[in-house]
């Protein structure tokens, strides 16, 4: 399955019952499923649960650009941003699908890259694409480099 396919359209809706001062999970499945994305007590969180990403990580995705515009041929004409749109459509990573019929030729489907911007993406959501852009990355563009070693490259050009 691809990132795509596992990262939700929309945000889920969790069942809360007011308390004194803020509100409460209504029932076990919302509870867990709430400490399977992260959420604690005490954090700050959106109207739709969305846990705001790490700022490291709205850093390492533009590292991870700037690496691969620096490193591979493919890319080097091309700015951090542009290259993480094309590798959303080319990998199917964080995009949402559309079918479209296109006259004598028949039915198409059309890739729509989702915003990787801070507000719009979720820390885990983000995580499952960041990890789809090194797997792609490494069997497309750079074999020789494993998923792993390319998301440490981007790790440590992004702490400099």
């Known amino acids: 399955m691809s990132a795509a396919q596992k990262i939700p359209r929309r945000h889920e809706r969790h069942a809360l019952r007011v308390i004194k001062g803020g509100f409460a999970p209504a029932d076990g499945g919302t509870a867990n499923r709430l400490r399977e994305k992260g959420i604690r007590i005490g954090d700050l969180v959106f109207a739709q649960f969305v846990k705001p990403r790490n700022q490291k990580f709205h850093r390492l995705v533009h590292s991870f650009g700037e690496i691969l515009v620096q490193n591979i041929a493919a890319f080097e004409d091309m700015n951090s941003h542009t290259v993480l749109k094309r590798l959303q459509v080319e990998g199917n990573i964080g995009c949402d699908e559309m079918a479209v019929m296109f006259p004598g030729i028949g039915p198409c489907t059309y890739r729509i890259p989702r915003s990787l911007s ?35 490259m981007a790790e440590m050009w992004g702490n400099q």
């Open 118 to 152: 801070f507000e719009s993406m979720d820390e885990s959501e983000f995580g499952e694409v960041f990890q789809g852009f090194c797997k792609y990355v490494s069997r497309t563009y750079w074999p020789s480099m494993d998923p792993e070693a390319i998301e440490r």
